[in-house]
T-cell receptor, first 113, second 117 residues
């Protein structure tokens, strides 16, 4: 079945620096890759997503890149701010059956002021 | 945007009690909803896929008689934790997608923190 690996598990950056989180997936048929941000005790919130027909997508300080050949995708946050501190999860859509998400293990991002 | 409402947000109850959690899609119809369980500092673990008008599909290792799912309408799915015990204490979150295609985002409810004494 699908497997999604996410690295690093924790990441500390200075305010204003960039942060990069990487995920790899195993199912070459996966075609949708969302990223979620979860603050402590709250719901995961979709921050950006990418579909398999594009290689990069950007929304202000957040960007996602996808390499289908290598089966990996990355989240890039530029000009980090303290409010970016949270846990970030990547996911890949398992395209067989009920299209359920397979989540990565999460990255705890700390932005130091 | 799509909104998913989950209720209650917090439950504290005695061992042996059954607890029902509701998940509603407020401004869209959801033929499929998903139920997750999340332990502290861990990822979301899919428990089951809730299908409107049919039986839920449970993930391996999840007891269907323990976690009863009912998806009676296009906007409501319920998860009932039957005869809950302390080991069932966790954060339960539901999600729903607007479309029936594979590349639509899931929107999550606020979650229910269940504590069994």
């Amino acid at each position: 079945g699908e497997n999604v690996e996410q690295h690093p598990s924790t990441l500390s950056v200075q305010e204003g620096d960039s942060a990069v989180i990487k995920c790899t997936y195993s199912d070459s048929a996966s075609n949708y890759f969302p990223w979620y941000k979860q603050e402590l005790g709250k719901r995961p919130q979709l921050i950006i997503d990418i579909r398999s027909n594009v290689g990069e997508k950007k929304d202000q300080r957040i960007a996602v890149t996808l390499n289908k050949t290598a089966k990996h995708f990355s989240l890039h946050i530029t000009e980090t701010q303290p409010e970016d501190s949270a846990v970030y999860f990547c996911a890949a859509i398992l395209t067989s059956g009920t299209y359920k998400y397979i989540f990565g293990t999460g990255t705890r991002l700390k932005v130091l002021a | 945007g799509a909104v998913v409402s989950q209720h209650p947000s917090r439950v504290i109850c005695k061992s042996g009690t059954s607890v029902k959690i509701e998940c509603r899609s407020l401004d869209f119809q959801a033929t499929t909803m998903f139920w997750y369980r999340q332990f502290p500092k861990q990822s979301l673990m899919l428990m089951a896929t809730s299908n409107e008008g049919s039986k839920a599909t449970y993930e391996q290792g999840v007891e269907k008689d323990k976690f009863l799912i009912n998806h009676a309408s296009l906007t409501l799915s319920t998860l009932t934790v039957t005869s809950a015990h302390p080991e069932d204490s966790s954060f339960y979150i539901c999600s729903a997608s607007e479309g029936s295609y594979s590349n639509q985002p899931q929107h999550f409810g606020d979650g229910t923190r269940l504590s069994i004494l």
